[in-house]
Structures are given as C-alpha cells and as structure tokens.
C-alpha cells in the first residue's frame, strides 16, 4: 500500500468486497473516507491504483481500469478531477509509467508503448498537455531508464542506448534531454 498525505487528506489504495482495490481518501474521519472512483468494476480487481506521487494539489498514480492496461491518472480527490492522462500503448496493454521526478509544474515519467519502446514522458496534469519527450533509442527497443534523481532544474537519470547503461539528464525538453557520459 502507498499512503500519501496532502493537506489534511490522506490518499490511499483501498480494498473492500465490492470494489476489490481502487483510489480512497480520507479525512480522518469515518464519514470523511470514501472511494474517489471504481475504475474496476468488479470485486476483484486484480491491479491497484499503485505508484502514487504526490503532484502539486494532486496525486498522479498509475492504474489499470475498464479493458485498458496500466496507465497514467491524475486526481484532484474527486471523482469528475479523476481521469486519464492518456492511453499510452493502445489496444489493453500496459504503459507501465514509472514516475522520474517533478521539474516545477512538470512530472517527467517513463512509459513503454509499441513503436518506440520505453522512452521519456512529461504531464502538466492534463490529458492535452502529457506528451513523449524524447526518443533515446529510435525504434522499438525498451530505453530502461532508471535511478532518476532531480538535482536543479534537471533530472540525472541511468539510461540504456545502443552502447549501454550511461548517465543521462533532462530538463523536461527535447533539446534539454542529452547523454551527459559514455
């Protein structure tokens, strides 16, 4: 479970006999705490909302809900602020976004889909504005990116090219995204 706090609400991965695992909130109270939405409707929902990241007044977290695989959300706490960012590798599979780190109001993440592999993503929190960074390796071959790490305005990352693990940095840009070693 992923327990993230902002304000005075908790965030949380929930499980109950109706809903199986989904997104929960809570004051504190018991009137206070509720289901933020049923992405799987279904009692067993078999993959939680998981990998949360707290995102300015607003949680970023993957899910994998209603014949779509494991993709980016984002939620204000309510049920209408709570919706995809974007279906990143069509058709039901699974994106898999693994969060990088948080340049001002931008979220840099990694995201697998079928034409390009695995490769750099960014978000403002909007579906219009989440969009691939870069390309590291062209074709589809998975760029593992790992061992991210903000430092400034830049995020220090282990990326896999055709000659290698090396280190990597983006400023959240295409122009700004370079191997800085080999």
Do not use: C
């Not at 919706?83 to 898999?96: H, K, V």
């Not at 697998?112 to 909007?126: A, H, K």
Request: net charge negative; proline share 7%.
């Amino acid at each position: 479970q992923r327990w993230l706090v902002t304000d005075d609400t908790l965030y949380f991965q929930g499980k109950d006999n109706t809903h199986g695992f989904e997104p929960w909130h809570s004051d504190g109270t018991p009137d206070g705490t509720e289901m933020i939405s049923d992405f799987n409707a279904a009692s067993n929902s078999a993959i939680p909302p998981a990998k949360a990241t707290l995102f300015g007044d607003k949680i970023f977290f993957t899910a994998q809900a209603n014949g779509l695989g494991q993709e980016p959300y984002i939620s204000d706490g309510t049920p209408e602020g709570t919706f995809l960012l974007s279906d990143i590798n069509p058709n039901g599979e699974s994106s898999y976004p693994s969060v990088m780190g948080i340049l001002g109001d931008t979220l840099i993440f990694s995201a697998y889909e079928p034409i390009g592999g695995r490769e750099l993503w960014r978000t403002d929190g909007t579906a219009e504005g989440t969009e691939q960074i870069a390309e590291l390796v062209p074709g589809n071959s998975n760029t593992w990116t790992s061992y991210a790490t903000p430092i400034g305005g830049v995020i220090y990352f282990a990326g896999e090219d055709d000659e290698g693990v090396h280190p990597w940095k983006t400023d959240g840009t295409l122009a700004g995204t370079e191997k800085i070693m080999t």
